[in-house]
Structure formats: structure tokens, C-alpha cells
């Protein structure tokens, strides 16, 4: 049998930006810079770290995006699982969130884990919410060790 060698380590980004034009939730007032940032932040992978375009998946909530990668809750539960799925140790990951966040009393929630009694959740771009543990159980609990996961949330609630 032929020894297994090691596979060259991944690269992979998931880039959010949700403005909120479309949602029509006075909850959820729209907001002008969040696709901007995401512009910005992924010309900042593919000149200074090298990203290949094929390495990061942007998701934004514009008419020339197709609907697959608009940031819906069902779509961002979908892409957070490709970003994360087949990885091992060495891989990289990359996840950028713009757009609103919010907090739920752990009533709703029916979380007795946090001490403030809050949890705390994204909202996509069809106002559903997305909660913290949830996130944390995609994003975390399923990596394997020694993958690197670097995680920025730029949001107003």
C-alpha cells in the first residue's frame, strides 16, 4: 500500500454583506456601507494573502447576485456548512459578517447556557434570525483541530 501524503492546505472565505434594501422590516433599516466591505474586504484576500477567486464566496442581497448566494437564512446555514465541510489540520477559513445582529432573551431561545440570559443572533436578509449557538455548532464544534478559523462581525443592532 502507498503511503497517504498529506494534502497541501485549503484556503477558504465567506464573505456576508447584507444592506437590507429588499427585507421591508422598519426592525431592520437598511444599511449603505455593508457591500462595500465586503468589495473591499475581498480585494484585501486576493492582493495581499493571494486568495484565488474560486476560494471565496461572497454573499450579498443584490439584484446581479444570483439568488443561490443571496444571504437568506437557509443560504448563509448552507454556505457556513461548505465552508467548513472536508477541512483538516493546516486549512484556513475566513468568515466576514456585515449586517445586522441583534439579542433574544433565552426565554425564546430555551437556552439556559448564558449568563446574561441573552443569546445573541445575525439576521439574514429575509430577517430570519441566525443564534449564536447555532453558529458556534457549524462553525466550531465540527472543525478538526489545527484548522484556523478567523471570524469578523461588522454589525449594528
Same mark, same amino acid.
Given at each position: ?30 444599511? =449603505?456601507? #455593508?457591500?462595500?466591505?465586503? %468589495? ?11 486568495? +484565488?477567486? /474560486? ?21 448563509i446555514r448552507r454556505e457556513l ?22 439579542? =433574544?432573551? #433565552?426565554?425564546?431561545?430555551? %437556552? ?11 439576521? +439574514?436578509? /429575509? ?8 453558529l458556534k455548532y457549524r462553525l ?18
Amino acid at each position: 500500500m502507498p503511503p497517504i501524503t498529506p494534502r497541501k492546505p485549503q484556503r477558504r472565505a465567506l464573505l456576508i454583506g447584507i444592506c437590507y434594501k429588499h427585507t421591508h422590516q422598519d426592525d431592520w433599516p437598511e444599511l =449603505l456601507l #455593508t457591500h462595500r466591505d465586503v %468589495d473591499r474586504f475581498r480585494a484585501l484576500l486576493r492582493s495581499r494573502y493571494d486568495y +484565488a477567486d /474560486d476560494e471565496i464566496t461572497v454573499m450579498k442581497d443584490d439584484e446581479a447576485v444570483p439568488s443561490r448566494l443571496w444571504p437568506t437564512a437557509q443560504n448563509i446555514r448552507r454556505e457556513l456548512d461548505r465552508l467548513v465541510r472536508g477541512t483538516a489540520a493546516g486549512d484556513q477559513l475566513v468568515l466576514l459578517f456585515c449586517g445586522h445582529s441583534d439579542q =433574544l432573551d #433565552t426565554e425564546e431561545t430555551k %437556552d439556559k447556557t448564558e449568563e446574561d440570559g441573552q443569546d445573541e443572533v445575525i439576521i +439574514a436578509c /429575509d430577517a430570519k434570525r441566525i443564534v449564536d449557538n447555532e453558529l458556534k455548532y457549524r462553525l466550531v464544534t465540527s472543525l478538526h483541530a489545527g484548522v484556523n478559523l478567523t471570524v469578523r462581525v461588522l454589525s449594528l443592532s
